[in-house]
């Protein structure tokens, strides 16, 4: 069975950096999309970031453009998400999340999910 474990999270200060990995396993994921999700307190879980496994192409949310980066490591069945500039608004848990067939942005397409990581920026 597929598993997605986040790792990463933490408290940091605005302007500050932190990077999430999401370890991926149980399955082969090279045609799978991996996404990043976050739920603030209060709001809909909204998307972050995705990318094609395969062929690594990227697409983000406007409110992260510019600021956050993701990335996989083939050899390590890992994803990450570099976030830079970090701002309060950011404050959220980060949730990564698989989806075996397209390469979208829709939560409903994502079938698998992590548990969630708590990220915290103070100003």
């Known amino acids: 069975q597929v598993q997605l474990v986040e790792s990463g999270g933490g408290l940091v200060q605005a302007g500050g950096s932190l990077r999430l990995s999401c370890a991926a396993s149980?399955?082969?994921?090279?045609?799978?999309?991996m996404g990043w999700f976050r739920q603030a307190p209060g709001k809909e879980r909204e998307f972050v970031s995705a990318?094609?496994?395969?062929?690594?192409?990227?697409t983000y949310a406007d409110s992260v453009k510019g600021r956050f980066t993701i990335s996989r490591d083939d050899a390590k069945n890992t994803v990450y998400l570099q976030m830079n500039s970090l701002k309060p608004e950011d404050t959220a848990v980060y949730y990564c999340a698989a989806d075996p067939t397209r390469f979208s942005t829709p939560r409903a397409n994502y079938e698998y999910w992590g548990q969630g990581i708590q990220v915290t920026v103070s100003s």
């Open positions: 149980g399955r082969t994921f090279s045609s799978y999309t």
């Open positions: 990318i094609r496994w395969r062929s690594g192409i990227t």
